[in-house]
């Protein structure tokens, strides 16, 4: 059985930092990609950062150079360190395994 668990949410000042983990069991870890997407209210879900079976990464332009994804192999754990946080960044995020398993999400909150 497959399962992404997120955690690593919260309320966070501007300017502040979070950083996302997502535990995967049940899969190959490693083959292909995991991402992050996040989704606010009323709009679609979009992506947020993946990283690929090569250690490749790709980011949204929204998110370049304050965002950075990274894995632990043999944790099978995904993270997501978010510096800098902005309002526009309140989302619910989720964990991703190539586009077809997903997490249940973890809310994120940047307000002063």
């Known amino acids: 059985q497959v399962q992404l668990v997120e955690s690593g949410g919260g309320l966070v000042q501007p300017g502040g930092s979070l950083r996302l983990s997502c535990a995967a069991s049940g899969i190959i870890f490693s083959i292909y990609y995991m991402g992050w997407y996040r989704q606010a209210p009323g709009k679609q879900r979009e992506l947020v950062a993946r990283?690929?079976?090569?250690?490749?990464?790709n980011y949204a332009d929204s998110v370049m150079g304050r965002f950075a994804i990274s894995r632990d192999t043999a944790k099978n754990t995904v993270y997501l360190q978010m510096n800098s946080l902005k309002p526009e960044d309140t989302a619910v995020y989720y964990c991703t395994h190539n586009g077809a398993y997903w997490g249940q999400g973890t809310q994120v909150t940047v307000s002063s």
């Open positions: 990283i690929f079976s090569s250690g490749s990464t």
